[in-house]
């Protein structure tokens, strides 16, 4: 029978829980995010998600299990987040996986969170070959990495402060809008007017393929102090804001592939639900007679099915074991995994 993997993903704000079979592909998964709760505090409240990601794994798996019309029996293994992420929350989705795995008595596999992200692409159809460029953007993290299989990274660039999502979302918070950020700010930008406000682009001709946004958060703070709070001008500064942060990860996503003389282009990560970069890099990737590849846009975030998907790889390279003792990375460099 197929090998059957379930994922659990508990990195940060997002309980995300998934079933995927060899050859079949995903059989169900559900997702639970704590935006609402976070919100009233203008961000994510560590203790708050970790104690959320305790009420909501078990039902999650019952859930999942449910629609699949799986019984605990057929699941082979189980995926979970290691690292990175909250410390707390990892390790609510570590006990579950090894706990439940020790009950079953089959292996469990520690994935990579950003491993899950770059790989999620690859349960779209249709789906990128390797090799290819990944660009990931999330709220925590911007790099660029050639992908030449699984397991085979290499990072190319990668920002050097701010996250491109921090950008985002601390821009958001400068001109009063709510959490999460990066989605308020691009429907703000909307109704923004293009090109009544200038913002810098830092590093865009830096000659590397890496990033920095703190300097472009700067700017936006001292844009807003010195313009009216309007709402016209706050949806002018948001369309500039989005306009400057686009340019630069589209403008350095080309910038690899020519660099690496590959032509696919695969976007993960939160940011990548951006509809304007997806039409930036459309335009920008298709003059270069390459193509661009996404995750579903239910993938873009935060979500099990990734890492089940990333783990069902893991195992069939024989990776994985039933020694049930676990630790979480909070801080995990993807260096670390290739090859491992």
């Known amino acids: 029978m197929p090998l059957i993997t379930l994922g659990i993903e508990s990195s940060c704000d997002e309980t995300g ?64 987040t290691q690292g990175p992420g909250l ?25 990579h969170h950003l491993e899950g992200h770059l790989l999620s692409p690859l349960l779209s159809d249709p789906a990128p070959e390797f090799p290819f460029v990944a660009l990931l953007v999330s709220g925590g993290h911007t790099q660029l990495m050639r992908v030449d299989g699984v397991g085979r990274y290499t990072l190319l660039g990668e920002t050097l ?42 590093m865009l001709h830096s000659g590397d393929l890496n990033f920095s946004f703190s300097g472009l958060k700067t700017a936006v703070l001292t844009l807003v102090r010195q313009s009216d709070n309007d709402e016209q001008t706050r949806a002018d500064i948001a369309c500039a ?3 400057a942060i ?3 990860l589209a403008h350095k996503a080309c910038a690899a592939l020519a660099q690496t003389g590959l032509n696919q282009l695969v976007v993960a990560g939160g940011v990548g639900a951006n509809q304007l970069l997806r039409n ?61």
């Open 17 to 80: 829980v998934a079933l995927y079979q060899m050859g079949c592909g995903l059989l169900a998964h559900a997702l639970h995010t704590q935006i609402a709760m976070h919100s009233e505090y203008g961000g994510v409240v560590p203790e708050l998600a970790s104690r959320d990601h305790v009420q909501r794994t078990i039902p999650l798996v019952r859930q999942v299990m449910r629609e699949a019309g799986v019984s605990l029996d057929r699941i082979s293994a189980i995926a979970y």
């Open 87 to 111: 410390g707390g929350a990892l390790l609510v989705g570590a006990s579950v996986a090894n706990a439940l795995a020790y009950a079953l008595d089959i292996p469990t596999i520690g994935i």
């Open 161 to 202: 402060d701010d996250a491109a999502g921090e950008a985002f979302d601390k821009s958001a918070k400068l001109l009063g809008l709510g959490y999460p950020g990066g989605p308020a700010l691009a429907k703000l930008a909307a109704s923004g007017r293009p090109g009544q406000f200038k913002l810098p682009r830092p």
């Open 241 to 243: 804001t989005q306009e």
């Open 246 to 248: 686009i340019g630069i």
């Open 280 to 340: 930036r890099l459309a335009e920008d990737v298709g003059k270069r007679g390459g193509k661009v590849y996404y995750p579903d846009l239910q993938f873009c975030t935060d979500n099990g099915a990734m890492i089940a998907f990333a783990g069902a790889l893991r195992l069939a390279q024989g990776q994985g074991g039933k020694s049930y003792r676990f630790n979480v990375k909070p801080r995990w460099n993807l260096a670390e995994i290739t090859d491992r």
